[in-house]
């Protein structure tokens, strides 16, 4: 079957370290998000990728980073710059057409301890 | 101000209730507009989506879009259990090439039994 997986689903983390999120599509998707959920505030766009080797900052990229090595893998990295990680994350694909059908992964929770 | 304002909740309702969930939004460059669920701990799943000013309807879900008035509702007829979930619209202006989503807060509903 066609979908996203995100791998952990928890995920803790010590202060001062870097983790990093893995997100994996196998719907042929050129375009590929990381968003950022905390109670009360939606989803923010961290990251996006519209092509491989390719990605650009969204509106809370800071203390985040990301890479696009193959069109199917598209893992955020939450370094020790990102003052407050903990938090619901959610990578999600869409084609490139004009109907922006998000399609989400099951998210990862990290915690920091 | 926030591009999509969408109050969070949470909302009660019996069971058999009509249930409208709304956004507003400031953008007038908008033309895609999708209503997502999500039950707790797991990723969004898409609704419905309309394109444009219209009504859209599928199944016991009537999807409303009021451009001149930048409003777009969420209908649920004969609320069940199992509706019991967070709402989010969430809304893109692209033509071809990227779309960029932006949520709304979500809505938490219960129906209960």
Redesign the interface.
Known sequence: DGG?T?SPKYLFRKEGQNVTLSCEQNLNHD?M?W?RQDP??????IY?S?IVNDFQKGDIAEGYSVSREKKESFPLTVTSAQKNPTA?Y?C?S?S?G??????????T?LTVV | QKE?E?D?GPLSVPEGAIVSLNCTYSNSAFQ?F?W?RQYS??????LM?T?SSGNKEDGRFTAQVDKSSKYISLFIRDSQPSDSATY?C?M?G????????I????TRLAVHP
């Not at chain 1, 009360?40 to 766009?45: E, I, S, T």
């Open positions: 996203i995100q375009a998000y968003y009360g505030q939606g989803l923010r766009l996006y519209q619901f959610l999600a869409t490139t004009v109907i922006a059908e998000a399609f989400f992964g099951q998210g929770r | 999509v969408q969070p895609y999708m997502y701990r797991k990723g969004p799943e898409l989506y394109y989010l969430a893109s692209g033509a071809g090439g990227y779309n960029k989503l949520f709304g807060a979500g």
